[in-house]
């Protein structure tokens, strides 16, 4: 049985405390008479463990002890069911009941002087489930002023006094003496098998030194994070047709794009179905909301030109439903859609974008047709965009890198290595008289058609008096995706890094971060998983010594030791959990009633 938690693996455990089962002390009534829990004609079941009824008088003990109390002693049931308690107290019941069950097969009883032992010492044991050692249950032990339920003693004399313990065991967990004597004893079974999985589990001082270096040590690390998309914003233009070819002939492309072409012609798009990404403005919306919506709708046209795809710039960007789909609107028809937008898509030809933002009542769209004839031209672009991005990013980044590690500060590599990136103007706005807003007054003959160039000017808004936006445009300097100089949090050996940083790089990155000296930048930049780079360097670090150690080396151990055989009957549980699936089975509509809101209970109300 032992064998089935016994694993080099917890060798590797990271600390931490974790706690397997929550101890609540309180004084109990010795009744030597009391006999186990008779049976019943008829049950409700929780859940069925082997056979076993978990009974829903027993699930509701459990849920009731689990129960957090406010200072003036009221139990937030309500609370308790935000947390989940009576899912976590019907999960630590079936873990129970599994090892109660391995405790029979090999031979661990309770006896009755065991069971009267514990009542009279003051433990009420509570089963929480062994995979949530981040649950903290916060179950208050009164001072000697105040008895909300948990002491059973006089609150005089601090004796034991029976009429306490019958009026407040029926108070807690509204159970009889014999009921609430079966309960423990299960507890204390179930108790008996947790420490004898745990008791094996040893730290020998070389591993508790070992794990004291790497988590006492710690590094710092200065780091700026150069996205792709931002280099392909603002470092490249919409790539030729001539581009896209040469780089799609060569060997090592022509195979993704081919792979990547078999994949898309399953779900191929529809000859003239209609694509849109929305930059939502509501009629009475002033001139800010309108300048953020006219950045939006011009970086998705920005991202759109240089080779992503439009389906996913509208995941990314579009304010509409229809950006789950990819701002399909899964139809080639017009009739019912608002005249401005009618107008610009009865315009277009299939595999064609508008070259400006159409305005509606709704905001500005960018509007598109697909094309199934275009699907391999399509996927060749799209793979070049990103191909050229992450060159583009990686160029930027190592350039940031070696400024650096020439010691410039990161804010400064920035800065000298951004200087030469442009802003883009704003994207052309059609609009329509029918729209809300309308269009300049001074435009004159100008036609539906004006630029942002007009804006600024006085124009009439209905009701709402909004002014058209003025004249600006997406700044590299103020875009959200820009290198920025980050501090990251404090690094662990063993622990995370930077995020989306790969295995081999995150070890790199370790190495880096407690070898180098304080202030030192690595030469070459790190590549994330999401294909983005980062340029490093290290801000501080400290190394734990033997010497900081040997002061905390009991207590360390101590808990250490704790943290390493609280994962050992982790372990154990889920793999006698997962042999026991087909055995176990929940009443989902019993433990449906305690999740739905309709007549849930409040706050120191029975569940």
Request: proline residues 4%; aromatic residues 6%; negative net charge.
């Amino acid at each position: 049985m032992l064998d089935m938690f016994r694993s080099k693996g917890l060798q590797s455990a990271i600390y931490g405390v974790l706690i397997v089962a929550t101890v609540i002390v309180f004084v109990v009534q010795f009744n030597p008479s009391a006999g186990k829990k008779s049976a019943k004609l008829t049950q409700t079941c929780a859940a069925t463990v082997r056979g076993t009824c978990i009974e829903d008088k027993d699930h509701k003990a459990e849920f009731m002890l689990l129960v957090p109390f406010d200072d003036h002693g009221t139990r937030l049931i309500g609370k308790a069911k935000s947390m989940r308690i009576p899912q976590i107290a019907l999960d630590g019941l079936i873990e129970r009941e599994l090892l109660i069950d391995e405790a029979h097969r090999i031979g661990l009883t309770a006896s009755e002087d065991e069971v009267t032992d514990a009542i009279i010492s003051g433990f009420l044991r509570v089963s929480i489930p062994a995979d949530k050692p981040e649950l903290q249950v916060s179950l208050q032990a009164y001072d000697g002023k105040r008895y909300f339920g948990f002491w059973f003693r006089d609150p005089k004399t601090k004796e034991f006094d029976e009429k306490v313990y019958k009026r407040n065991l029926k108070n807690l967990v509204n159970e009889s003496e014999v009921e609430f004597r079966d309960f423990e004893e299960r507890e204390i079974l179930a108790a008996k098998m947790r420490d004898l999985v745990r008791a094996p589990v040893r730290v020998s001082e070389t591993e508790a030194l070992g794990s004291y270096l790497a988590e006492k040590s710690f590094a710092v690390l200065t780091y700026v994070e150069v996205k792709p998309a931002f280099v392909a914003r603002y470092s490249t233009s919409a790539p030729s047709e001539v581009e896209i070819e040469t780089w799609a002939k060569k060997p090592e492309n022509a195979t993704i794009i081919e792979s990547t072409l078999e994949l898309r012609k399953k779900e191929a798009p529809k000859d003239g179905n209609i694509r849109h990404i929305l930059a939502r403005v509501a009629p009475t919306d002033g001139e800010k909301e309108h300048v953020a919506a006219l950045s939006k709708i011009t970086e998705a046209y920005a991202r759109i030109e240089r080779g992503e795809p439009f389906a996913e710039v509208a995941r990314a960007l579009s304010d509409d439903s229809s950006k789950s789909k990819g701002g399909s609107l899964e139809t080639d028809k017009t009739d019912s859609f608002v005249p401005p937008f009618k107008a610009a898509a009865d315009a277009l030809k299939n595999g064609e974008m508008t070259k400006t933002a159409i305005e509606s009542q709704f905001g500005y769209h960018l509007i598109k047709k697909d094309d199934s004839s275009r699907l391999a031209k399509d996927v060749a672009r799209e793979l070049y965009y990103k191909s050229r991005s992450e060159d583009a990013a990686k160029d930027l980044a190592t350039r940031i890198a070696s400024d650096m590690k020439a010691g410039k500060s990161a804010d400064d590599a920035i800065k000298q290595e951004t200087a030469g990136l442009k802003p883009i103007p704003f994207i052309k706005v059609t609009l329509d008289k029918s729209a809300v807003r309308k269009a300049p007054a001074t435009a004159g003959d100008a036609g539906a058609d004006a630029t942002i160039a007009d804006a600024g000017k006085p124009t009439s808004t209905g009701d709402a008096g909004a002014p058209a936006p003025k004249v600006t445009a997406l700044d590299p300097q103020k875009d959200d995706d820009r290198p920025q100089a980050l501090t990251s949090t404090s690094i662990r050996r063993g622990g995370d890094v930077l995020p989306h940083v790969a295995l081999a790089d995150a070890a790199k990155l370790i190495d880096f971060s407690f070898n180098a000296k304080d202030g030192e930048a690595m030469g070459e930049p790190i590549k994330m998983e999401t294909g983005g780079y980062y340029a490093v360097a290290l801000k501080e670090h400290k190394l734990a010594t033997k010497e900081e150690f040997d002061k905390d080396r009991a207590t360390y151990t101590e808990t250490l030791l704790r943290a390493r055989q609280n994962e050992a009957l982790a372990l154990y549980m889920k793999r006698l959990l997962d042999a026991s699936r087909p055995e176990i089975k929940r009443d989902e509509a019993y433990m449906a009633e305690w999740t739905s809101d309709a007549g849930a209970a409040q706050d120191d109300e029975e569940p």
